[in-house]
Protein backbone atom coordinates (compact mmCIF):
# COMPACT_ATOMS: atom_id res chain seq x y z
CA UNK A 1 0.00 0.00 0.00
CA UNK A 2 1.73 2.86 -1.03
CA UNK A 3 1.07 5.98 1.51
CA UNK A 4 0.04 9.02 -0.04
CA UNK A 5 2.27 12.45 -0.48
CA UNK A 6 0.90 15.85 -0.19
CA UNK A 7 3.94 18.49 -1.65
CA UNK A 8 3.62 22.36 -1.58
CA UNK A 9 5.80 24.09 -4.18
CA UNK A 10 5.80 27.32 -3.05
CA UNK A 11 8.08 28.60 -6.05
CA UNK A 12 9.61 32.07 -6.25
CA UNK A 13 7.07 33.54 -3.36
CA UNK A 14 6.77 34.29 0.06
CA UNK A 15 9.03 36.69 1.75
CA UNK A 16 10.93 35.79 4.81
CA UNK A 17 8.28 36.50 7.54
CA UNK A 18 5.14 35.70 5.46
CA UNK A 19 7.05 32.26 4.99
CA UNK A 20 7.92 31.38 8.49
CA UNK A 21 4.30 32.40 9.41
CA UNK A 22 3.09 29.53 7.12
CA UNK A 23 5.35 27.45 8.24
CA UNK A 24 4.07 28.11 11.88
CA UNK A 25 0.84 27.59 11.02
CA UNK A 26 1.25 24.68 9.07
CA UNK A 27 2.88 23.07 12.47
CA UNK A 28 0.33 24.46 15.09
CA UNK A 29 -2.44 22.51 12.62
CA UNK A 30 -0.28 19.31 12.49
CA UNK A 31 -2.74 16.65 13.10
CA UNK A 32 -1.94 12.62 12.90
CA UNK A 33 -2.59 12.85 8.75
CA UNK A 34 -2.99 9.86 6.42
CA UNK A 35 -0.11 11.03 4.47
CA UNK A 36 2.88 12.70 4.32
CA UNK A 37 3.60 16.19 4.08
CA UNK A 38 6.23 18.26 2.40
CA UNK A 39 7.23 21.72 2.02
CA UNK A 40 9.20 23.25 -0.85
CA UNK A 41 10.69 26.60 0.09
CA UNK A 42 12.88 28.81 -1.92
CA UNK A 43 16.67 27.47 -1.02
CA UNK A 44 17.32 30.49 1.22
CA UNK A 45 14.71 28.97 3.65
CA UNK A 46 15.57 25.62 3.69
CA UNK A 47 17.67 25.41 6.46
CA UNK A 48 15.59 27.65 9.17
CA UNK A 49 12.34 25.66 7.80
CA UNK A 50 14.18 22.47 8.61
CA UNK A 51 15.38 23.62 12.07
CA UNK A 52 12.07 25.02 13.08
CA UNK A 53 9.96 21.79 12.31
CA UNK A 54 12.55 19.75 13.85
CA UNK A 55 12.47 21.88 17.03
CA UNK A 56 8.96 21.57 16.77
CA UNK A 57 9.11 17.77 16.78
CA UNK A 58 7.00 18.34 13.36
CA UNK A 59 6.55 15.07 10.86
CA UNK A 60 6.56 17.75 7.80
CA UNK A 61 10.06 17.23 5.50
CA UNK A 62 11.33 20.38 3.60
CA UNK A 63 12.91 19.90 0.15
CA UNK A 64 14.47 22.05 -2.58
CA UNK A 65 12.56 23.25 -5.70
CA UNK A 66 15.66 22.06 -7.82
CA UNK A 67 19.29 21.28 -7.21
CA UNK A 68 22.65 21.64 -9.60
CA UNK A 69 23.51 19.13 -12.22
CA UNK A 70 27.19 18.96 -10.90
CA UNK A 71 28.20 18.08 -7.51
CA UNK A 72 30.31 21.23 -7.08
CA UNK A 73 33.00 23.38 -8.87
CA UNK A 74 32.61 26.72 -10.80
CA UNK A 75 28.72 26.99 -10.99
CA UNK A 76 27.79 30.38 -9.52
CA UNK A 77 24.60 30.50 -8.43
CA UNK A 78 24.02 27.12 -8.54
CA UNK A 79 23.18 24.79 -5.31
CA UNK A 80 24.37 21.13 -5.38
CA UNK A 81 22.24 18.25 -3.86
CA UNK A 82 25.02 17.48 -1.32
CA UNK A 83 24.72 20.70 -0.14
CA UNK A 84 20.74 20.68 -0.12
CA UNK A 85 21.50 17.42 2.10
CA UNK A 86 23.62 19.33 4.30
CA UNK A 87 20.65 21.79 5.35
CA UNK A 88 18.29 19.57 6.14
CA UNK A 89 16.74 18.78 2.31
CA UNK A 90 15.32 14.90 2.12
CA UNK A 91 13.22 16.26 -1.28
CA UNK A 92 13.88 17.84 -4.49
CA UNK A 93 11.96 18.62 -7.23
CA UNK A 94 13.32 17.82 -10.57
CA UNK A 95 12.11 18.94 -14.17
CA UNK A 96 9.49 20.68 -12.88
CA UNK A 97 7.87 22.45 -16.22
CA UNK A 98 8.92 25.78 -15.18
CA UNK A 99 12.54 24.45 -15.24
CA UNK A 100 12.04 22.83 -18.30
CA UNK A 101 10.51 25.78 -20.38
CA UNK A 102 12.71 28.86 -18.56
CA UNK A 103 16.35 26.66 -18.61
CA UNK A 104 15.51 24.25 -21.21
CA UNK A 105 16.44 21.47 -18.76
CA UNK A 106 15.64 17.62 -20.34
CA UNK A 107 17.37 14.84 -20.77
CA UNK A 108 20.52 14.24 -19.85
CA UNK A 109 21.12 17.57 -17.34
CA UNK A 110 17.88 15.74 -15.63
CA UNK A 111 19.56 12.73 -15.70
CA UNK A 112 22.08 14.17 -13.52
CA UNK A 113 20.53 16.17 -11.43
CA UNK A 114 18.06 12.62 -10.44
CA UNK A 115 21.72 11.06 -10.04
CA UNK A 116 23.29 13.40 -7.76
CA UNK A 117 20.43 13.97 -5.81
CA UNK A 118 20.10 10.59 -4.91
CA UNK A 119 23.85 10.26 -4.38
CA UNK A 120 23.38 12.83 -1.86
CA UNK A 121 20.60 11.44 0.13
CA UNK A 122 17.72 13.35 -1.13
CA UNK A 123 14.68 11.87 -2.81
CA UNK A 124 13.77 13.76 -6.42
CA UNK A 125 10.71 13.83 -7.29
CA UNK A 126 11.01 13.74 -11.21
CA UNK A 127 8.05 16.05 -12.89
CA UNK A 128 6.60 15.33 -16.17
CA UNK A 129 4.13 16.16 -18.34
CA UNK A 130 2.60 17.03 -21.75
CA UNK A 131 1.70 20.86 -22.54
CA UNK A 132 -1.41 22.13 -24.03
CA UNK A 133 -0.88 21.56 -28.21
CA UNK A 134 0.98 17.93 -27.00
CA UNK A 135 -2.54 16.90 -25.32
CA UNK A 136 -4.79 18.65 -28.04
CA UNK A 137 -3.03 16.88 -31.12
CA UNK A 138 -3.32 13.41 -29.39
CA UNK A 139 0.45 13.53 -28.92
CA UNK A 140 0.46 13.33 -24.59
CA UNK A 141 1.28 9.62 -23.79
CA UNK A 142 4.64 9.82 -26.43
CA UNK A 143 5.75 13.41 -25.13
CA UNK A 144 5.46 11.51 -20.97
CA UNK A 145 7.11 8.57 -22.45
CA UNK A 146 9.70 10.32 -23.85
CA UNK A 147 10.06 12.74 -21.04
CA UNK A 148 10.70 9.52 -18.33
CA UNK A 149 12.74 7.10 -20.85
CA UNK A 150 15.32 10.51 -21.80
CA UNK A 151 15.79 11.31 -18.02
CA UNK A 152 14.05 8.95 -15.51
CA UNK A 153 15.06 5.64 -17.01
CA UNK A 154 18.27 6.03 -17.22
CA UNK A 155 18.10 5.54 -13.29
CA UNK A 156 18.98 1.68 -11.93
CA UNK A 157 16.80 -0.66 -10.31
CA UNK A 158 18.22 0.45 -6.91
CA UNK A 159 17.94 4.43 -7.66
CA UNK A 160 14.40 4.14 -8.94
CA UNK A 161 13.07 2.87 -6.04
CA UNK A 162 14.29 6.19 -4.18
CA UNK A 163 12.35 8.39 -6.82
CA UNK A 164 8.42 9.74 -6.50
CA UNK A 165 7.20 10.85 -10.40
CA UNK A 166 4.67 14.00 -10.39
CA UNK A 167 2.68 14.43 -13.69
CA UNK A 168 1.68 17.81 -14.04
CA UNK A 169 0.09 18.87 -17.36
CA UNK A 170 1.58 21.77 -17.90
CA UNK A 171 -2.04 23.29 -19.30
CA UNK A 172 -2.89 23.39 -15.87
CA UNK A 173 -0.26 24.47 -13.72
CA UNK A 174 -1.16 27.48 -12.41
CA UNK A 175 -3.80 28.13 -14.60
CA UNK A 176 -7.20 26.92 -12.52
CA UNK A 177 -7.97 24.34 -15.13
CA UNK A 178 -7.34 21.09 -13.75
CA UNK A 179 -6.94 17.51 -15.68
CA UNK A 180 -10.37 15.42 -14.73
CA UNK A 181 -9.72 12.61 -12.20
CA UNK A 182 -10.42 10.56 -15.47
CA UNK A 183 -8.03 12.27 -17.31
CA UNK A 184 -5.08 12.37 -14.74
CA UNK A 185 -5.80 8.48 -13.59
CA UNK A 186 -5.40 7.56 -17.23
CA UNK A 187 -2.21 9.07 -17.74
CA UNK A 188 -0.90 7.91 -13.61
CA UNK A 189 -1.67 4.62 -15.16
CA UNK A 190 0.07 4.69 -17.97
CA UNK A 191 3.34 6.17 -16.35
CA UNK A 192 3.08 2.89 -13.66
CA UNK A 193 2.83 0.83 -16.73
CA UNK A 194 6.07 2.33 -18.30
CA UNK A 195 7.96 1.76 -14.99
CA UNK A 196 6.51 -1.59 -14.68
CA UNK A 197 7.50 -2.59 -18.43
CA UNK A 198 11.43 -1.49 -17.53
CA UNK A 199 11.63 -1.87 -13.76
CA UNK A 200 8.98 -4.86 -13.11
CA UNK A 201 6.12 -5.08 -11.27
CA UNK A 202 7.31 -4.85 -7.72
CA UNK A 203 8.99 -1.13 -8.62
CA UNK A 204 6.08 -0.04 -10.51
CA UNK A 205 3.38 -1.07 -7.46
CA UNK A 206 5.48 0.34 -5.09
CA UNK A 207 6.59 4.17 -6.65
CA UNK A 208 4.46 7.10 -5.86
CA UNK A 209 3.08 9.12 -8.64
CA UNK A 210 1.78 12.56 -7.53
CA UNK A 211 -0.61 14.71 -9.56
CA UNK A 212 0.36 18.74 -10.36
CA UNK A 213 -1.48 21.06 -11.83
CA UNK A 214 -4.36 23.86 -10.04
CA UNK A 215 -4.72 21.38 -7.12
CA UNK A 216 -7.64 22.85 -4.91
CA UNK A 217 -9.58 22.44 -1.65
CA UNK A 218 -12.32 21.55 -3.94
CA UNK A 219 -11.20 18.91 -6.66
CA UNK A 220 -8.44 17.37 -4.00
CA UNK A 221 -10.38 14.41 -2.64
CA UNK A 222 -11.27 13.03 -6.08
CA UNK A 223 -8.45 13.38 -7.51
CA UNK A 224 -6.39 11.36 -4.88
CA UNK A 225 -9.24 9.02 -4.44
CA UNK A 226 -8.00 7.85 -8.35
CA UNK A 227 -6.13 4.55 -7.91
CA UNK A 228 -2.68 5.55 -9.20
CA UNK A 229 -3.10 8.92 -7.92
CA UNK A 230 -0.76 8.75 -4.70
CA UNK A 231 -1.19 12.31 -3.79
CA UNK A 232 -0.24 15.97 -4.93
CA UNK A 233 2.53 18.28 -6.12
CA UNK A 234 0.75 22.05 -4.89
CA UNK A 235 1.65 25.49 -5.82
CA UNK A 236 -0.71 28.20 -5.42
CA UNK A 237 -2.87 26.12 -3.01
CA UNK A 238 0.06 25.70 -0.72
CA UNK A 239 0.70 29.39 -0.41
CA UNK A 240 -2.56 29.38 2.02
CA UNK A 241 -2.70 27.84 4.98
CA UNK A 242 -6.42 27.04 5.09
CA UNK A 243 -6.54 25.73 1.23
CA UNK A 244 -3.39 23.61 1.87
CA UNK A 245 -4.58 22.01 5.29
CA UNK A 246 -7.85 21.20 3.28
CA UNK A 247 -5.66 19.20 0.44
CA UNK A 248 -3.88 17.98 3.61
CA UNK A 249 -6.72 16.44 4.42
CA UNK A 250 -8.21 14.85 1.44
CA UNK A 251 -5.47 12.12 1.49
C1 LIG B 1 3.31 23.29 -9.48
O1 LIG B 1 3.95 24.30 -9.28
O2 LIG B 1 3.92 22.23 -9.57
C2 LIG B 1 1.86 23.37 -9.60
C3 LIG B 1 1.21 22.27 -9.83
O3 LIG B 1 1.29 24.62 -9.47
P1 LIG B 1 -0.28 24.91 -9.30
O4 LIG B 1 -0.81 23.99 -8.23
O5 LIG B 1 -0.37 26.34 -8.90
O6 LIG B 1 -0.95 24.62 -10.60
Redesign the pocket.
Known amino acids: MRRKLVAG ?1 W ?1 MNLHWNEAMSLVSDLVKNEKDWNCDVLICPPSPYVRHTFEFLKNAKSAISVGAQDCASSTDGAFTGEISAGMLSSIGSSFVLVG ?1 SERREYQGERGETLTKKLQHSIGAGIQPIFCCGEKLDERQSNNHFDVVQTQLEEALFAMSNEEISKCTIAY ?1 PVW ?3 TGETASPEQAQEMHSFIRDQVATKYGDDVASRIRILY ?4 NAGNAKELFGQQDIDGG ?5 SLKIDSFLQIIQSA
Request: cysteine-free; proline content about 0%; glycine content about 32%.
Open positions: NKHEAIGGGSVLVGGA
